[in-house]
């Protein structure tokens, strides 16, 4: 079963998000701010990051956690348009909230479906 990390400092979103997740066979390691995703021991398949947190964007802690976990999947959410300089390097996805459920499913499984070949 996938572990996901997901990163909200919104508590509504991260609970809506995990209910989702886990109702879809995940299992979700909920965290409201980048310093709390950082002491999360791992392993972590995906991380759901919204990009504006209090103490430094989705960018930053992508670039973090990929020092643990290089190619570390990310679909990173926010309210406001994409930025391409925002985005970190793939494999990414960007959810723009708000975001239907079913949109955050489908985001998660194709980062996670292995792809052909591999």
Known sequence: MPTILVV??????REIVTRVLERSGHRVIACPSAS???QIAGPIDLLLVDLVLPDVNGRELTELLRKKWP?????LMSGYLAEQDFMPPAPSFFLQKPMLPSAVVQAVNALLKPTAGS
């Open 8 to 13: 909200d400092d919104e508590q509504p979103i």
């Open 71 to 75: 190619n570390l999947p990310v679909i």
């Open 36 to 38: 709390c995703a950082d």
